[in-house]
């Protein structure tokens, strides 16, 4: 496939509907929210069973635009996320060396960020589907953190709930700091992207 050049395609996992939208496994959305009211744009339907926003993302060094980014938050259910991704992929003709995922992470401690490109899904759901579905796991993430369940309280049920009225705050600087990240990686590329971020806690 020969991609359109610059062009990224953003994607932010979760759960579709009222009842899911607070939840830690929804984090992917939240920054996408934020990534919206910075390009200035609201999400419309597309066919591939996705709400998307295309417009532009920060600004390259002289001023000038940055790169075309297209925002994708999937219309299906988690774990069906990459039927979507594919079809994006193809439809905007982008590949898997410009494709970002937004994800919520159990394995870094809660408001962490951190960048990685390829590797294995960690059991999320959202990620499997999307690997299988365009046949690679060699994509960019953003992973936020969510950290592990308290005492023994099975990790499903905690990404299943809403961040604590407690953390709201906190959760708001986490969503525009990983909304930095993102902008970031497509202006600055993953690998000085994951240098600035991967250190920081």
Partial sequence: MNSSPGVWLVVGLGNPGRTYEGNRHNVGVMVLDVLASRMAGSFTQHKARAAVLDGRLGTLP??????RVI??????????SGG??????QFYDVDAEHLLVVHDELDIPE?????????GEGGHNGLRSISSSIGTRDYARLRVGVG???????????VLSD????????????LQLA???????????????????????
């Fill in 62 to 67: 002289g001023g000038i635009p940055g790169p």
């Fill in 71 to 80: 925002l994708a938050r999937p219309a299906t259910y988690m774990n069906t």
């Fill in 84 to 89: 979507p991704v594919a079809a994006l992929m």
């Fill in 111 to 119: 408001h962490q960020l951190r960048l990685k490109r390829g590797g």
């Fill in 148 to 158: 592990r369940p308290p005492g023994r309280q099975d990790p499903a049920d905690h």
């Fill in 163 to 174: 961040f604590p009225s407690a953390q709201r705050e906190e959760l708001g600087v986490t």
């Fill in 179 to 201: 909304a930095d990240a993102v902008g970031d990686v497509v202006t600055q590329g993953l690998l000085p992207s994951q240098n600035t971020w991967n250190t920081k806690d």
